[in-house]
């Protein structure tokens, strides 16, 4: 490591310990990295209790990259225990914001342009600050309102520095690890990947276009529409959305119906995850904007999941099997799903589903605050990780939207019976499903009956000409000469090149074997390395000749 690194190394080190993580310096061998005193403590420190909010609370001290990490795997339970992902979710990503002179350098630097020339005004004052972009609203020369979100000046590097340091880090944790279901190399690679994705604006940009297009035919639903020549990598431009954001829903006027907004934003998120199959997978109220004439707003893409036919059918199936509380067909739906290891025992693991599905209702029975139906989500996947059984991504991003878009909807009316109402769209949803695959069906089905009606006269039709030697096969005459020409050189070749190999290696055997010619080499090995060069010349310039109108047979042989 460089010494820049090294210096980062020890930061974080030092902020782990002094949030009484020193057992866990101690322990993975990261104690060299602590002053001397420190390091003694270290040795002496124990596992502290309440860990993930230990951890937590370093990352938010260590900010940037760190919280972005804690963020993601807030969404990611088949990477870290249920407890952690709960405990990151109260991660927030703010940021000091940083001088519009800095930003305009940003955006003239990428578009090639002066902002004046690009912009009649941008209000200076950000709309929000986190630790990649800032947003500004802004409006275009055309005099169109615009959002503009903008990548904060040395992010990249920044992040880059951060991502080897923590891949320094989970090495170091890896090596010395007893518990081998738990990888935090896979961690950060998987981090690795969002970040890529996160540092290039014109991704989220994709994703923004392709929602707008999906979700043209739901009037109440909008997505802004990206401004694609005045975007760019660290740049993004789309419509400005004037509306009350759901986290501030008590600014929303009496005369809204909680409950049916409510409804309206869960309906919204089991449209995208049960029909159309490309999903916002971070639905939170700052996300979702109430408009004029009761449409929702979507706002920031950085994360998006997406389904094929058959993880959506499974993905249906395992949350009314969840609703219905039937453990056995969500066992059996997990298992369909995910790709168990030859270390799963299939028998327990439909057991340890069935104590979490039985427990975990008879809590929503018992408890005064019962807890989310979709949050018992989360520890099936863990239960998938402690049993070796390997989930899709996107089937993990899916359960992980359900349990954001739930307490969304709790946020704007608490006394939502989300699991009951859910029940019922995606049933819905499965039966309008169902009917689109029949009438597929159909279609096909008429298809092959029209075939299979032919067949017969078809059939005729070739025994006929078969009476008749009426049947002629296409191959013309210059066809079959131009393979054998092709086979017939590149066996030429071939031979060539090995020969041409055979006398470099005897050359080089036969260096001492006879009488020397020149010094270091005999008369054998000479003649050779003499012939090889020789046959060289014409072997490449064959292949040079290759493809060459001037020099290709072919063109003769057509003739």
């Known amino acids: 490591m460089v010494s820049a690194d090294l210096r980062r190394a020890s930061r974080v080190v030092r902020v782990l310990a002094r949030h009484g993580l020193g057992f866990v310096v101690h322990k993975f061998g990261l104690r060299w990295h602590l002053p001397f005193i420190d390091r003694l403590f270290a040795a002496r420190a124990r596992l502290p209790d309440s860990l993930p909010v230990r951890i937590r609370l370093a990352m938010e001290e260590l900010g940037g990259a760190y919280v972005k990490l804690g963020q993601v795997l807030s969404l990611r339970p088949d990477l870290v225990p249920v407890e952690y992902c709960e405990e990151f979710r109260k991660l927030l990503d703010d940021a000091p914001s940083v001088s519009f002179s800095e930003v305009k350098k940003v955006i003239e630097s990428d578009l090639h342009r002066s902002v004046s020339s690009v912009f009649k005004e941008v209000d200076r004052r950000p709309l929000g600050s986190a630790s990649v972009a800032q947003v500004y609203r802004a409006v ?57 994705k996160e540092l290039d604006f014109l991704v989220e940009a994709r994703q923004l276009e392709r929602f707008h297009s999906l979700f043209a035919k739901y009037p109440k639903v909008v997505v802004p529409r990206v401004h694609w020549r005045e975007s760019s990598r660290r740049v993004l431009v789309m419509d400005f959305l004037d509306g009350v954001k759901l986290s501030d829903v008590h600014l929303l006027p009496a005369t809204v119906d909680r409950g049916a907004l409510a409804r309206q934003v869960l309906d919204v998120c089991l449209a995208q995850l049960f029909e159309v199959g490309v999903f916002h997978g971070d639905l939170h109220p700052a996300n979702i904007l109430v408009l004029p004439r009761g449409r929702l707003g979507l706002l920031d893409f950085g994360i998006v999941g997406e389904l094929d036919d058959r993880v959506r059918e499974l993905g249906r199936q395992l949350f009314v099997a969840l609703v219905s509380r039937d453990a056995r067909q969500v066992a059996r739906v997990l298992l369909q799903t995910g790709v168990p290891s030859v270390d799963t025992n299939v028998e327990e693991f439909q057991n340890e589903i069935e104590r979490i599905v039985t427990e975990w209702h008879v809590r929503v029975r018992q408890e005064s605050s019962p807890p989310r139906t979709t949050q018992m989500m989360q520890h099936l996947f863990s239960a998938c990780v402690r049993h070796r059984i390997k989930m899709p991504a996107d089937l993990v991003l899916l359960g992980k939207a359900l349990v954001t878009a739930e307490g969304t909807v709790l946020h704007v009316d608490p006394r939502l019976d989300v699991a009951e109402y859910a029940k019922g769209r995606v049933l819905l949803i499965g039966r309008r499903s169902l009917r689109k695959s029949a009438e597929r069906a159909l279609v ?116």
């Not at 903008?150 to 590097?157: F, L, N, T």
């Not at 089905?445 to 017969?456: S, Y």
């Not at 131009?482 to 070749?493: A, K």
């Open 140 to 196: 275009l020369v055309s005099g169109k309102e615009v959002a503009v979100k903008v990548m904060r000046p040395g992010v990249e590097d920044q992040f880059r520095a951060d991502i080897d340091i923590m891949y320094y880090i989970a090495r170091k944790i890896q090596d010395r690890l007893e518990n081998n279901t738990f990888s935090p190399v896979l961690i950060v690679e998987e981090f690795e990947k969002y970040t890529r």
């Open 444 to 559: 096909k089905g008429r298809e092959f009956t029209q075939a299979v009606w032919e067949l017969p006269k078809q059939t005729i039709t070739l025994m006929e000409h078969l009476s008749r030697d009426t049947i002629r096969v296409g191959i013309a005459d210059s066809d079959v000469k131009h393979l054998g020409f092709d086979i017939s050189l590149s066996s030429n070749r071939i031979s060539l090149s090995l020969l041409i190999s055979s006398l470099v290696v005897a050359g080089a055997l036969m260096v001492d074997v006879g009488p020397k010619v020149l010094p270091g080499y005999s008369f054998v090995s000479v003649a050779s390395f003499l012939t090889a060069g020789l046959l060289v010349v014409p072997f490449l310039t064959s292949v040079w000749r290759e493809g060459r109108t001037k020099y290709d047979r072919h063109v003769e042989m057509a003739k």
